[in-house]
C-alpha cells in the first residue's frame, strides 16, 4: 500500500470547520483513499473513502486533489466528541490484501 | 446490529499463563481481522480471514500467537505462554468482501501481562 503523510497533531475551536490534510504523493491510479478515526478508548471507526470525485456523508467530507496526491477531511463544524486520531489510509481497490495499513495519523484537539 | 463483539474487555494476567481473546463479527460478513495497537508500534495486523479460512497470517508476532475461526461468527486469538511485552490493546474487525476496505472494529480486548 502507499504511503501517506500527515500532521501529528492539529488543534481546532468547537463549532468551526476542521480540515485534516492528507499527503499520498504515490498513490496509483487504482487506490482508494480512506479516513478513519479512532477516539479516546475506542476502536477505529470509519469516516469516508473515495476515488476521485469529492465525496459527503453524515459525518464529514472528502476533498481529493485533481491529481489525486493529496486529500482533505472536512468536518464542517467541530464538536467536542471529534477529538480523535484521524488516520488516512490507501487500499488498492480489488487488491488481494484484506488488511489496512495505520500511519501514526493526526490527533485533533477541539477547544470549547 | 450489535457491531463486533470482543470480550473480555480486560484481561490482566501472569507472564506464562494462557490468554483467549473472543470475537463475534458482525453477521454476514465475509472477512474477520485481528490487530494490535501498542503506543510504540500503533495498530497493526496481526492475522485475516475470509471465510472462516486464515488468509495472511504473516503479522503474527511469534508461534506463541495462535487464532482460529471455527465458524462464521466466532474467533478466537490465543497467546500461550504470554510474556509483559504482549501487553497491548487487541482489536478484532470485520468487513464485507465486496468493502474490504470500510471495516468495523470492535471496542477491544485491554491485555496486561504481569
Known amino acids: 500500500d502507499a504511503k501517506t503523510t500527515q500532521p501529528n497533531s492539529m488543534e481546532s475551536n468547537e463549532e468551526e470547520p476542521v480540515h485534516l490534510p492528507c499527503n499520498h504523493s504515490?498513490?496509483?491510479?487504482?487506490?482508494?483513499i480512506h479516513w478513519y478515526r479512532q477516539l479516546p478508548s475506542q476502536g477505529p471507526e470509519y469516516v469516508i473513502h473515495g476515488l476521485t470525485s469529492n465525496v459527503n456523508n453524515r459525518m464529514a467530507s472528502l476533498a481529493i486533489a485533481e491529481d489525486r496526491k493529496s486529500s482533505t477531511l472536512i468536518l464542517h463544524r467541530a464538536t467536542l466528541r471529534d477529538a480523535a486520531v484521524y488516520y488516512c489510509i490507501l487500499r488498492e481497490y480489488g487488491g488481494s490484501q484484506g488488511n489496512l495499513i495505520f500511519g501514526k495519523g493526526t490527533k485533533l484537539s477541539v477547544k470549547p | 446490529d450489535a457491531g463486533v463483539i470482543q470480550s473480555p474487555r480486560h484481561e490482566v494476567t501472569e507472564m506464562g499463563q494462557e490468554v483467549t481473546l473472543r470475537c463475534k463479527p458482525i453477521s454476514g460478513h465475509d472477512y474477520l481481522f485481528w490487530y494490535r495497537q501498542t503506543m510504540m508500534r500503533g495498530l497493526e495486523l496481526l492475522i485475516y480471514f475470509n471465510n472462516n479460512v486464515p488468509i495472511d497470517d504473516s503479522g503474527m508476532p511469534e508461534d506463541r500467537f495462535s487464532a482460529k475461526m471455527p465458524n462464521a461468527s466466532f474467533s478466537t486469538l490465543k497467546i500461550q505462554p504470554s510474556e509483559p511485552r504482549d501487553s497491548a490493546v487487541y482489536f478484532c474487525?470485520?468487513?464485507?468482501?465486496?468493502?474490504?476496505?470500510?471495516?468495523?472494529f470492535g471496542p477491544g480486548t485491554r491485555l496486561l501481562v504481569l
Open positions: 474487525a470485520s468487513s464485507l468482501a465486496v468493502a474490504r476496505g470500510t471495516q468495523y
Open positions: 504515490t498513490i496509483s491510479g487504482t487506490d482508494y
